[in-house]
């Protein structure tokens, strides 16, 4: 991280009752091209600061009034001057207490007669030091934004597989519904132009027709219900919640990727509601669900099982103090020289442009928020279960 | 109508399948399947007259199907059913002809029926020339 400091010409505040001192040391500080200020009293030396902020101070421990441990604890204790680095001044003869000048927020001294390079070097370090820090500061900062603005999108991709795989599920009974409904007025009007009652097919016919209208306006309802849950995906409002709908729900919305090849098997047993972001748990579940579908999609593809073979079984249970969700897969695996990095950021097996990688990252530390744990178990080719853990105290 | 069209109807949800069969028994006759490969053993067998495959479907969509056909029997008349019809995939097999008309989903009835008309239409007066 080299950084030019020739052009910029940074401060330096001398802090010193000694007329004599502070002559002294501007002189030489001067010279090596800073710009210095000079203050000949601890209440001066604050007031200078609050003035104009300097880069770095001097100061000398024995003034009259405020001597140079107080004027050091007050820089400290006020957030905005906590950064400016103090290197105290002592004199060899006097009684100088090295321990409590580092306590004080010291950050190093240099004694008198004043030994021009002794004092350049330090001097330098020290402003280069803070710059450092500062820039480090910077960078971790920048780096924070980054990772809120991938885990956003990370969030906003979840919200696309959800409002595609919504619109999907409305679609389709809408088709039907709507094809069976034209069909039905077909048949009425005929009934009523040709004043015949209705013959044993077109009975069958109608009994077929209004099943299908029930069974589509039955998964409109469905899909509407779990809806109001994922209102809430983007919040961090902890309400108590059924682990068992929150599953249910995430199945719902995704019915259209399982259709005839994939079996879903739900061995749910009554568990007690735990208080949860439940939007942030189904984002959990959803994740977990739509990576089986990948796994049983890649394992029908490469022939490790047949074609309606597909299979995800989810298990809960509790016990005095935990609930645990199983879903396991019997779809491609996860190799054992990468199981234990896939909860890393920024880890993924999917093509480029497929997945951000940090979908089980996310999935993890929404576990860990709730103090829970999350695994995974694989052996290659051969299925894998994840197995999540929340106490039932919740959050 | 004597010789009705020959509709082959594809789609992955059963309830699909089944109202399309009813709604449309009396002016076509339907095959109505969710497995591309019975739907590639009816475009063998039958003298199909149109297809009509749902995109959004696990394993296959419905292009790829509509491509396989075309390599069977490049005559019959290809329609795509889709609720996104800004889909890529959709508007790359238009413009390269694996598709030749694409249909909204929920459907409109009026609008296929049109099609395959005019379809059947232009395949009559071919054959009589």
Same mark, same amino acid.
């Given at each position: 991280?080299?950084? @030019?400091?020739? $052009?910029?010409?940074?401060?330096?505040?001398?802090?010193? @009752?000694?007329?004599?001192?502070?002559?002294?040391?501007?002189?030489?500080?001067?010279?090596?091209?800073?710009?210095?200020?000079?203050?000949?009293?601890?209440? #001066?030396?604050?007031?200078?600061?609050?003035?104009?902020?300097?880069?770095?101070?001097?100061?000398?421990?024995?003034?009259?009034?405020?001597?140079?441990?107080?004027?050091?604890?007050?820089?400290?204790?006020? %957030? %905005?001057?906590?950064?400016?680095?103090?290197?105290?001044?002592?004199?060899?003869?006097?009684?100088?207490?090295?321990? &409590?000048?580092?306590?004080?927020?010291?950050?190093?001294?240099?004694?008198?007669?004043? $030994?021009?390079?002794?004092?350049?070097?330090?001097?330098?370090?020290?402003?280069?030091?803070?710059?450092?820090?500062?820039?480090?500061?910077?960078?971790?900062?920048?780096?924070?934004?980054?990772?809120?603005?991938?885990? &956003?999108?990370?969030?906003?991709?979840?919200?696309?597989?959800?409002?595609?795989?919504?619109?999907?599920?409305?679609?389709?009974?809408?088709?039907?519904?709507?094809?069976?409904?034209?069909?039905?007025? $077909?048949?009425?009007?005929?009934?009523?132009?040709?004043?015949?009652?209705?013959?044993?097919?077109?009975?069958?016919?109608?009994? !077929?027709?209004?099943?299908?209208?029930?069974?589509?306006?039955?998964?409109?309802?469905?899909?509407?219900?779990?809806?109001?849950?994922?209102?809430?995906?983007?919040?961090?409002?902890?309400?108590?919640?059924?682990?068992?709908?929150?599953?249910?729900?995430?199945?719902?919305?995704?019915?259209?990727?399982?259709?005839?090849?994939?079996?879903?098997?739900?061995?749910? +047993? +009554?568990?007690?509601?735990? !208080?949860?972001?439940?939007?942030?748990?189904?984002?959990?579940?959803?994740?977990?669900?739509?990576?089986?579908?990948?796994?049983?999609?890649?394992?029908?593809? +490469?022939?490790?099982?047949?074609?309606? #073979?597909?299979?995800?079984?989810?298990?809960?249970?509790?016990?005095?103090?935990?609930?645990?969700?199983?879903?396991?897969?019997?779809?491609?695996?996860?190799?054992?020289?990468?199981?234990?990095?896939?909860?890393?950021?920024?880890?993924?097996?999917?093509?480029?442009?497929?997945?951000?990688?940090?979908?089980?990252?996310?999935?993890?530390?929404?576990?860990?928020?709730?103090?829970?744990?999350?695994?995974? $178990?694989?052996?290659?080719?051969?299925?894998?279960?994840?197995?999540?853990?929340?106490?039932?105290?919740?959050? | 109508?004597?010789?009705?069209?020959?509709?082959?109807?594809?789609?992955?949800?059963?309830?699909?399948?089944?109202?399309?069969?009813?709604?449309?028994?009396?002016?076509?006759?339907?095959?109505?399947?969710?497995?591309?490969?019975?739907?590639?053993?009816?475009?063998?067998?039958?003298?199909?007259?149109?297809?009509?495959?749902? =995109?959004?479907?696990?394993?296959?969509?419905?292009?790829?199907?509509?491509?396989?056909?075309?390599?069977?029997?490049?005559?019959?008349?290809?329609?795509?059913?889709?609720?996104?019809?800004?889909?890529?995939?959709?508007?790359?097999?238009?413009?390269?002809?694996?598709? =030749?008309?694409?249909?909204?989903?929920?459907?409109?009835?009026?609008?296929?029926?049109?099609?395959?008309?005019?379809?059947?239409?232009?395949?009559?007066?071919?054959?009589?020339?």
């Amino acid at each position: 991280m080299g950084q @030019d400091y020739s $052009e910029k010409k940074f401060s330096v505040l001398i802090a010193d @009752d000694n007329q004599n001192n502070l002559k002294v040391l501007s002189a030489m500080l001067e010279t090596l091209g800073y710009r210095v200020r000079v203050a000949k009293s601890g209440e #001066q030396t604050i007031q200078s600061v609050e003035t104009v902020k300097p880069d770095i101070i001097l100061l000398d421990i024995h003034m009259p009034g405020m001597d140079g441990y107080e004027v050091c604890t007050k820089l400290k204790a006020t %957030e %905005e001057y906590n950064d400016i680095p103090v290197i105290f001044i002592s004199a060899l003869s006097e009684v100088f207490n090295k321990i &409590q000048a580092f306590k004080v927020g010291g950050i190093d001294y240099i004694t008198k007669p004043f $030994e021009l390079e002794e004092v350049q070097l330090r001097v330098e370090t020290h402003i280069r030091l803070k710059e450092n820090t500062l820039m480090l500061r910077n960078a971790l900062l920048e780096l924070q934004k980054k990772e809120e603005l991938l885990v &956003q999108s990370e969030k906003m991709a979840a919200l696309g597989v959800l409002t595609s795989g919504i619109a999907h599920e409305i679609n389709n009974p809408v088709n039907f519904i709507s094809n069976s409904v034209s069909a039905l007025e $077909e048949r009425v009007k005929s009934i009523i132009s040709d004043k015949k009652l209705p013959d044993s097919e077109m009975n069958d016919d109608f009994n !077929k027709l209004f099943l299908n209208v029930a069974t589509g306006i039955d998964q409109i309802t469905k899909i509407v219900h779990s809806l109001r849950l994922y209102c809430r995906i983007d919040t961090d409002k902890k309400t108590g919640a059924d682990i068992n709908n929150l599953i249910e729900s995430a199945l719902t919305i995704m019915h259209h990727r399982f259709t005839y090849r994939i079996a879903v098997e739900q061995k749910f +047993s +009554s568990i007690p509601e735990i !208080k949860c972001q439940p939007g942030r748990i189904s984002q959990v579940f959803i994740n977990i669900i739509s990576n089986s579908i990948d796994a049983i999609e890649d394992a029908i593809k +490469s022939e490790i099982i047949k074609e309606d #073979q597909g299979k995800i079984t989810i298990s809960t249970v509790s016990n005095d103090s935990h609930v645990n969700i199983k879903i396991t897969d019997n779809g491609a695996g996860i190799d054992k020289s990468i199981i234990k990095k896939i909860f890393d950021p920024f880890f993924t097996t999917k093509a480029v442009g497929h997945g951000t990688g940090l979908g089980l990252s996310i999935c993890q530390s929404i576990i860990k928020d709730h103090n829970g744990s999350i695994i995974a $178990e694989s052996a290659d080719k051969n299925g894998t279960a994840i197995i999540i853990s929340i106490p039932l105290a919740g959050v | 109508m004597e010789d009705k069209a020959v509709v082959l109807y594809i789609d992955d949800e059963y309830l699909n399948l089944s109202a399309f069969e009813i709604l449309f028994r009396n002016k076509f006759t339907v095959f109505a399947t969710h497995d591309p490969r019975k739907a590639f053993e009816i475009v063998k067998k039958n003298e199909v007259d149109v297809v009509i495959a749902d =995109q959004k479907m696990p394993m296959m969509t419905g292009v790829e199907i509509l491509k396989q056909i075309t390599e069977i029997n490049n005559s019959i008349l290809r329609i795509i059913h889709s609720g996104y019809i800004d889909d890529p995939e959709i508007k790359k097999a238009v413009d390269e002809g694996i598709a =030749q008309f694409i249909l909204d989903k929920p459907l409109n009835k009026i609008m296929m029926l049109k099609m395959i008309d005019v379809y059947m239409e232009s395949k009559g007066s071919r054959t009589l020339l």
